[in-house]
């Protein structure tokens, strides 16, 4: 991973901030404070605190009387932060950084391990939300990790971060368990009413676009009965647009007879040099370098509702309902050299390369002759529709003996009814170039892209690719739980849970994509239109073609009727392409638990904590389509497993200011439920040959943990932590790739039927399993402070800022093989350095606040394809701000801006950072009122 000014810069401004506060602080605790009879004397009036700085009170004193790691954020909080989603909001949290989709934050890290492993629970149910996004953003989520854009930020009062376990919070993280707190009747002392309405703006995509909330709450029957209800509604329009690479890969990546043609001439190389095989590669050159633009339209729809019960003072009954509607088309327009990644006859081996600069090992500029070009124009009708169901009762039966019991359901439908791609080609393009030697690159096809004279839609060739697809996860849950006062030093706890989880996924794709309608050019001009516009605020090279023509989809379904399932264009699941999406798991994981909370005191300071030990079986169900024989067929596994997860937590008060925390615990993250399949996924796409297989045999990962921290709480305000934790992964499961030959899969030659794959085809083959895992270490330090110290209006200042530290050194596998090398690299997803710094400054009316989000570079892939050593994303630096007014004591106005520097999502292949991916989304703009009646 690079190292850039900009990295440095963040470093040092995040350090240099993080000292000022340090010294801010020490100079506040220096002053002189009145003395105690004078303050006896004084008639002190109770000061009530709101806003911002009364969620940040709320959020530190939450902080404060936990026994483990465990970080806040409260309602105010969300509500005026700029903040799309909740992981907009999340990202502000110690060592929780985001990766984004669309303009929005999309998935959370927690110290550096990815959303595999950190467990999302909503109103005490753990729940799975799954959105689907482009390739380049992790496609369609498939996996356990949770997808926070289906959510507004506002339907929700508190999240709070568990980076410590205990035996009573239910198993399945290694990096933290997320609660996700909706709000309810109780939390309100009176009726509330809160309506807000916004008009966003995106400077990329010029589009004003409505949200709209509310929230209303009231109680009856003097406080033993509530109901509350809050909606959120917004559109959203996002263009993405930049270069798409389709990684980086070396003339005899596909064998010897797939490389550029032997007339190819690059000075001081030979054509063996720039053809080399895998085993002693030749030059690299960009697999497919295209322009790219996505047209994201989104309309989000969250409901909330709650109802609470107290039908005597000792018991308490609620219910909790979550409903969210995420639709969302996606139109892009992508023009590609396709010929450079075919290496069949009429592909690379036609290409010649006139002249070519080289960097390395890689073929930063060139011209050539002979280049496939296509244009191609997709779109994706999408939609998930999120529900949950969760009942909740507690009861206290005597002052020392509780119980209680939560059961829900939750159910999760992603349905992509419509995936479509239409191409057009250009065969064998003369003058084509490319030059990679800035970030952006220049890529110039060589003829007119707007005539469709210049372009065909030629059967076998061309493509119309038809593509369907769904998930649906379910969870149901039921747990109780009792709690006994043994004495005042000791509470001993119990309880049973289970859960369920069941994962269904399918496709269904077109027998042979390439079987297409030969067009003439007058009936390929009648399904065609100019796409133009493209690049603003880019940063293009100069002379860049910023239109071209692009098949137009509207125009082609209705002329050829390609959505009829008949003839050529009928589709199914038993493709070779669809099989490997029809997968269902089905999982039973129960657990028991016992644990003893104690309070006591020694050494003259008062002690806290917990320890406790928890069992959890685990049924594991699947099936998929695999090889059996000659044919194949659906077949079907099961795998069962238990284990005993130790924890402890310990606190105690140093000073009446002052905590230290320590914990320990055995904790375990579920592989990725797709992977449980015994089925595999044959994938031709293009010059793409991938086989990817499940592993129902896998291992969960499994980590020893130990964390301490050293907290100081000067004040009701003030917050100043450094934290240290160590992790030793026993197992990791990691997605081996290996390029193997079609007939080393064991699969029949039938499979390849319909596709323009032969048997003799290099395939990328990737499968999920066991490695011998490595250590993870860090730290964290927090900081915030209200500038009280400051003098005359400054006292209003107040700062926030986190940096976190991450590494690890894990040891991923290059074969299944006995003795085969092996590679150390850090985690993939693990961001070694993290920041978040944030400015504010508030009074009874006015508000503003302005936050950077630092994130460094991270491995996404080990090792990478096409002998590329790995995959990565490098780092970013996102600032957003808010200004608001309260007009009245009722009425507020509000100005928001995110990503105002429009940072770009820059994703490379090798240690050498070949550009992969190099896109942006724009500004967004918010400006709204909002009225509590």
Known sequence: MRTTPKNQFALKAGASALVLSMLMAGAASAQTAPAADDQQADQVDEIVVTGFRASLQSAVNAKRNESGVVDVIKAEDIADFPDLNLAE????????????????????????????????????????????????????NRTRGFDFNMFASELFNS????????????????????????????????????????????????????????LASNTWMDGRFGALFSAAYEQRRILEEGANITRWSHGGSNGATGGFNAASTITGYTAAQINGTLASPGLYHPRIPAYVQYDHNTERLGLTGALQFRPDDQTTLTLDVLYSDVKSTRDERQLQAIGLSRTNATGRPETIIRSGV??????????????????QSARDELQTQFQQYTFTATRDWTD??????????????????????????RANTNGFSYDFRSRMPKIDFGFDLTNPANWSMINGTSEVRIRPNAVTNTFSTAKAYAEFDANEHITLK??????????????QTRTTETVVQTLTPAQLAAVSSVFSGFGRNLGLPSGVATSWLAPDLNAFISTYGIYSNSGIYAISDQTTQARGQNIAVAENDYGAYLQADFRFDAFGMPWRGDAGVRYVLTEQYSNGFAAVGSTIQLVSARRDYDMLLPSANLAVDLTDSLVARLSAAQTISRPSIGTLTPG?????????????????TINPTKSDNVDFSLEWYPDADSLFAVGIFYKKINTFVQTLSQDLPFTALGLPASVLTGTAATTTDIFRVSQPVNSPGGDLTGFEINVQKRLDFLPGWMENFGIQANYTFVDSNIEYLTSTTPGAPTINETLV?????????????????????????????YLTQVPGNDGNSVHGTNETLNFDAQASYNITEKLKVSIEGINLTDEFNDQYVDASNRLNVYSHTGRQFFAGLRYTF
């Open 89 to 140: 909001s999340l990202q502000r949290v110690p060592g929780v950084t985001i990766s984004r989709s669309n303009g929005e934050g999309r998935q959370i890290s927690v110290r550096g391990l990815g959303s595999e492993y950190t467990r999302v629970r909503v109103n005490g149910m753990e729940a799975i939300a799954t959105t689907g996004g482009t390739v380049n953003s992790g496609g369609t």
């Open 159 to 214: 999240l709070t971060v568990r980076k410590s376990a205990s035996a009573d919070v239910e198993e399945g993280s290694l990096g933290a368990t997320v609660d996700l707190q909706t709000a309810r009747p109780f939390d309100y002392r009176e009726p509330t009413l809160v309506m807000g309405v916004q008009a966003s703006y995106n400077d990329l995509a010029r589009d004003v676009k409505p949200r709209f909330t509310l």
């Open 358 to 375: 080289v960097e390395g090992r890689n073929i930063v500029a060139g011209t050539f002759d002979n280049v496939d070009v296509r244009t």
């Open 400 to 425: 020392r003996f509780r119980t209680g019991f939560v059961g829900g359901y939750s159910r999760s439908e992603f349905d992509n009814p419509v995936s479509t791609i239409v191409t057009f080609d």
């Open 494 to 507: 119990g309880g049973l849970d289970y859960r369920r989880f069941t994962f269904d996924s399918s496709g």
């Open 680 to 696: 595999g996924d044959i994938n031709v796409q293009g010059s793409n040959r991938n086989f990817s297989s499940g592993n129902p």
């Open 829 to 857: 997803g693990l961001s070694k350095n993290a920041a978040n710094f944030t400015l504010y400054y508030e009074t009874d009316r006015f508000s503003i606040r302005g936050s950077a989000a630092y994130r460094a570079g």
